[in-house]
């Protein structure tokens, strides 16, 4: 019946929408009777009883207040079940958005952004739908003709068992047509989608196949594949469609039933007219909420299928605290000592890191080297608290690591990343992003350590230039010496470093690595570096190779060994 | 309107199917409303109370309106979709054909703008079912209906069809009236929530070590309570136009109601036709109740139309296939002085000139962003130079058809796109005539072939979705393999390493400076530079030195300056 437990649950949270929902529903219903009824009643008047317009004026004043009544009541049922779906979908959607946050990398790194975003929207927009209407609509499928019945079994028997047998029969064969149907019609939006994302691959990959010069060939595999899906789909629908026959069939054969078998009583005057007509005019608006269930069934698939989504990322554990709490008397900076740390990243079959073990000293510039997939960003991870280690410990000083407030470390160290985020604003907001109270003098100190200062002047608008995903963008160099900036305004006492790889131009490399030097100074650092530079003047060199660390030492005892770093060292030097 | 013209015109090869389908869903409700007639008939006449001989017809009636309101639904239902399909597969056929004539596109664009493209085809879809058909068939169904009321009176008729028509165009109005700004409200909201979601995402390590959280949250939080109190107002819009739907029936009925009493009391109408009347208004009214929300259909699918009409616009046109230069007198190419500027306003080529004679082979080198790729660009005729001349032998490039150019260079693009397949169908994709063996070949080369051999089908093996379960470096090894497949007489490979590790490193650039093909060969990695015939060094999109690998050393300029760079780089 596509109701799902944790979604009904949320329904508690707004009972009294959802009750005025149902009421005003149901009072609309009452209304439409009584439409009927007075119908039939100025009808009956009018033709039986030879009543003018006068004598019947009562009757009419009466339809339109039921009408009237009928334009209120469905309005104000429409207006709560708006005001129940909105808000539980906002609610939903922040809830989501809040847990994201708080899964961190160990997420993110697993999902596809946007996957992720057609989630947060697409799939919310489902959900808004989901309890709009089929929710409601499962009460009124049920409760509506009861209200029907009960007004028809005192007038006509006969009639009110036609329909109460007729009844139930639109569920049974909606159950048995539409399991059959289901089934297809899921594997129809399978084919229905799969045709799409054809569609999309040969889009996304047309600059290749211009290059393979075969794009031309594409036009027919196209028509082709489209046709073969409609043939399938339309193989599909046939079956599928058999549910509306049936539903169709039922209420019209029905109505067809009750005129018949009416008019005949009617025939030997065993009957009245005035209550054959309201019969007659009642007949489809009992089956019409039973055929808008119907028509609502695939809002109930979409809503469950996204809330299973939502509901996946809402169960998942392992969340990090992102708020300060007290703060734990520590006096930094103390060694980080790194005690046997594991970590595997959901869903991946090989650990990330694997039994690492070293310790992270004060004021010593600690590097890592490896090939990618070593598990040097994972090490800096977790150092940043944004991922939370599976097995092992972390000691800051005497104090374990998962015992610290995260919010609280990360206010005592900075990270200049490989490829870092410009966010939409401007440049002096994104600089402050390390500290938005600092003033523009203490920014643009930070920036003229970064060397971004002198840039930033040759902008029209200077700091105040708008950059990020919808202003104009920087350059690898430029976005990494914003990022170099926020670390000075930051100025914590341990700093990890990602060198950038990019080809730079000279001059903006030289620049980097010259703001990078005094950066480190007097600063607990760790770096994975590219540079044989940097490694050469670390205090300490971990490397690494598929999550473990395979050598320590420092560049002159690391050189004199055979190894991955000698390795590493000569391939460049050999190019 | 211009937008709908083109959309009815795009349909035109379908019309029958259309008309067809109209005329079907027209007996749906044409059904109903027979069905609801003859009931009232039967059962008014019965009160009178006459002979059954009198009811037979009627009773006939009735029973066949029961039967084909059904079948006349599954009908209507299946040869809408049929066409709806139908229209969907020639809007992409169409769609694609435009976008294949047409360069720029097919340069970078992000996945997620071809996805909004892939959207807004779907979205057309609904043009035919929810836009283009309720309104035929509700002007069907009020002629129709009002043809009947003429035959019991001129005036009900008359009065009838002045108001269901007022009702079929006064609601969807009412409703585009209210519609238009909220919803663009609601689009701008939407991707102002969405940016600053993708961004979050992204940035979210840096918001995290930065404390910035709780503040992005209240941010979210803030637009999306914004955007629901908008979304809103609009499902009350919608909702309050079914209301008003079926307020404006009961109006329309009443009207009639006092209208035709009197003809009852005085001129004679008889009063079996009041309940015949008002009983075919009922389901009359189920022809027009759809077009409020065909109105709002009709606002996106205009959007969405108007998108991919702009898109499909600047298509270029069709030029005639030439013959290629004949390869075996050695042809070379030649650039002579190409100014080239993007449409967006970035310079990148200024006064560059080239010569490529057969069997050499050329190196260009440059930091990120100095315009090397946009070679590759001009020479598979994505987009032509603004001035200066490509030319192949004596044959000017302008001459040749995009895709007799994909034939004469071999391009390696720097981020190859992988599709959804296998890794064979992605190497036959390059060269479909391929034997197993020049694939091996191919692959050894490109170092994919030890890889390939670990995979449980070898080169069958499905590697997910837009290679989904490929590695970057995996990636750019299987284009590497492509490329080697190629049977062109150029090759062009474009940073080819920029995903590969130190050792398969070192094995691709060995064995691109083997191959017995001349090809241009465009990296920021100065690697076994000195098997080059030449270098081209180029910056901010010209070309500041050239030389071999030792002449530029000596130079001491942009390329040694580099190479000594590189000197103090590790490579992991």
């Known amino acids: 019946m596509n109701l799902d437990k944790r979604l009904l649950q949320t329904v508690r949270y707004v009972k009294t929408p959802f009750a005025l929902t149902i009421i005003f529903g149901m009072l609309r219903a009452a209304a439409s009777i009584g439409q009927a009824f007075y119908l039939a009643t100025t009808i009956d008047a009018v033709f039986l009883q030879h009543k003018t317009l006068t004598d019947v004026s009562g009757f009419l004043w009466l339809f339109l207040i039921s009408s009237l009544a009928r334009f209120l009541f469905s309005w104000q049922s429409e207006f709560w079940s708006v005001t129940m779906a909105c808000r539980i979908t906002t609610g939903l959607r922040q809830k989501l958005q809040h847990h994201i946050f708080r899964l961190g990398a160990a997420f993110t790194r697993t999902r596809q952004t946007g996957d992720l975003l057609n989630t947060l929207t697409t799939g919310i927009d489902k959900l808004e739908d989901y309890f709009r209407h089929y929710v409601p609509q499962l009460i009124f499928a049920v409760a509506i003709p009861v209200l029907i019945l009960i007004c028809i ?53 047309l600059m290749m196949l211009k290059i393979f010069g075969r794009s031309r060939e594409y036009t027919s595999k196209i028509r082709e594949m489209a046709d073969r899906f409609r043939a399938s789909t339309m193989n599909v629908l046939r079956i599928a469609f058999l549910s509306a026959l049936a539903l169709e069939m039922l209420a019209t054969i029905s109505t067809a039933i009750i005129a018949v078998q009416i008019g005949l009583r009617l025939l ?47 169960e998942r554990r ?36 694997l039994s690492v073990h070293f310790t992270w000293n004060v004021n010593q510039n600690t590097a890592i080297v490896g090939p990618s997939g070593a598990g040097k960003t994972t090490l800096a991870f977790v150092l940043l608290r944004l991922l939370a280690i599976d097995q092992g410990l972390i000691h800051l000083g005497d104090r374990q690591f998962k015992e610290i407030n995260a919010a609280w470390w990360r206010q005592h160290i900075a990270w200049v990343p490989q490829h870092p985020t410009i966010f939409y604003g401007t440049i002096r907001e994104n600089i402050a992003l390390a500290d938005p109270n600092a003033s523009l003098d203490r920014i643009q100190r930070a920036a003229k350590q970064a060397y971004v200062h002198t840039f930033v002047q040759t902008l029209p608008e200077g700091y105040e230039t708008k950059i990020g995903e919808r202003g104009s963008r920087l350059s690898g160099g430029e976005a990494q010496r914003i990022a170099l900036a926020r670390a000075f305004l930051k100025n914590a006492p341990y700093l990890v470093v990602d060198e950038p790889t990019a080809n730079l131009d000279p001059v903006t490399e030289q620049n980097i690595y010259e703001s990078l030097k005094n950066l480190k100074r007097n600063r607990t650092v760790l770096t994975i570096a590219h540079r044989l530079n940097t490694v050469r003047n670390a205090d300490h060199i971990l490397v690494m190779k598929e999550g473990r660390i395979v050598q320590r030492g420092n560049h002159n005892e690391l050189i004199g060994q055979h190894g991955l770093y000698r390795q590493l060292v000569q391939a460049g030097d050999a190019a | 309107m211009n937008v709908f013209v083109q959309l009815v015109k795009m349909a035109l090869p379908f019309k029958w199917w259309i008309i067809l389908s109209a005329l079907i869903g027209f007996c749906t409700v044409a059904s109903g409303i027979g069905l609801m007639m003859t009931s009232a008939y039967i059962i008014a006449m019965a009160a009178l109370q006459p002979s059954i001989a009198v009811l037979h017809v009627a009773i006939a009636g009735v029973r066949f309106f029961g039967i084909s309101r059904g079948i006349f639904r599954y009908l209507e239902r299946m040869v809408s979709h049929n066409t709806t399909l139908k229209l969907l597969s020639h809007y992409r056929v169409w769609f694609y054909e435009k976008l294949e004539s047409f360069a720029e596109l097919s340069g970078q664009r992000s996945g997620d703008l071809l996805n909004k493209i892939v959207n807004d085809i779907q979205t057309l879809e609904h043009f035919y079912v929810r836009v283009l058909y309720p309104p035929v068939v509700s002007v069907l169904i009020i002629c129709v209906i009002t043809l009947l009321m003429r035959s019991f009176s001129w005036v009900v008729a008359l009065m009838l069809f002045v108001l269901m028509s007022l009702t079929a165009v006064g609601v969807p109005l009412l409703s585009l009236y209210k519609h238009r700004k909220i919803n663009r409200n609601i689009v701008s909201l939407r991707s102002e929530l969405s940016a600053l979601t993708v961004e979050n995402m992204q940035g979210m390590h840096e918001l995290a070590v930065y404390g910035r959280i709780p503040e992005r949250e209240q941010k979210i939080d803030k637009l999306s309570e914004r955007l629901t109190s908008l979304q809103k107002k609009r499902t009350n819009i919608h909702a309050l136009h079914h209301v008003v739907m079926n307020f404006f029936k009961s109006v329309t009925l009443l009207v009639i109601l006092i209208i035709t009493i009197p003809q009852v009391t005085n001129a004679g109408l008889s009063g079996v036709f009041l309940a015949v009347i008002v009983l075919g208004i009922l389901a009359a009214f ?8 065909a109105a709002q259909h009709w606002e996106e699918i205009n959007r969405a139309a108007q998108r991919l009409f702009d898109i499909a616009e600047t298509s270029t046109s069709k030029q005639p296939t030439l013959h290629l230069p004949d390869f075996s007198e050695k042809p070379s190419l030649m650039c002579r002085h190409i100014h080239f500027t993007y449409p967006d306003g970035t310079t990148a080529l200024k006064n560059f000139s080239l010569t490529v004679h057969y069997g050499e082979k050329i190196a260009i080198v440059g930091p990120t962003g100095s315009g090397k790729s946009t070679l590759i660009h001009l020479l598979l005729k994505f987009y032509q130079p603004d001035s200066g001349c490509i030319s192949v032998g004596r044959q000017d490039l302008l001459e040749y058809p995009a895709y007799q150019c994909a034939e004469m260079f071999g391009v390696v693009p720097q981020h190859p796109y992988v599709f959804t397949g296998t890794i064979r169908d992605n190497l036959n994709l390059a060269n479909p ?11 050894e080369k490109a170092g994919l072939y030890d890889f390939m051999q670990t995979l449980p089908g070898g080169p069958d093996t499905w590697i997910g979705e837009h290679g989904l379960r490929l590695s970057g470096g995996e990636k750019q090894r299987l284009a590497l393999a492509q490329g080697f497949l190629r049977s062109t007489p ?79 780089q590790l490579i992991c």
């Open chain 2, 286 to 293: 189920e022809a027009v109740a759809p077009l409020p929300s």
């Open chain 1, 268 to 314: 030997n005057g065993q009957f009245v007219f005035q209550y054959a007509l309201f019969i007659l005019i009642l007949a489809p608006e009992f089956y019409q909420p039973l055929r808008d269930l119907g028509i609502r069934f695939h809002a109930g698939i979409e809503g469950i299928t996204a809330a299973v989504d939502i509901f996946a990322i809402l």
């Open chain 1, 153 to 205: 079994f005192p007038l006509d028997v006969l009639s009110g068992f036609i329909l109460l047998f007729t009844a139930p029969l639109i569920p049974f064969f909606m159950i048995l047509i539409g399991d059959a149907a289901h089934a297809l019609t899921r594997k129809q939006w399978k084919t229905l989608s799969r045709m799409s994302s054809f569609f999309l691959d040969v889009i996304q990959g």
């Open chain 2, 433 to 443: 005539h391929a034997e197993e063996k020049e694939i091996r070949r191919a692959c």
């Open chain 2, 490 to 568: 150029f090759l062009v490979f474009d940073e080819p390493s920029a995903h590969l590790d130190a050792v398969n490193e070192r094995h691709v650039f060995n064995e691109i400076y083997r191959l017995r093909k001349p090809f241009i060969l465009i990296t920021h990695r100065l690697i076994d530079l000195h098997r080059a015939d030449r270098i081209l060094v180029v910056r901010n999109g010209e070309i500041v030195e050239r030389g071999t690998h030792d002449e530029l050393l000596k130079n001491e300029f942009v390329y040694a300056k580099m190479w000594q760079n590189q000197q103090r």
């Open chain 1, 318 to 353: 392992g969340t990090i605290s992102l708020t300060a709490e007290n703060s734990p008397e520590i006096s930094l900076p103390v060694p980080v000592y790194i005690q046997n740390i594991t970590f595997i990243y959901p869903g991946a079959r090989v650990p990330a890191l």
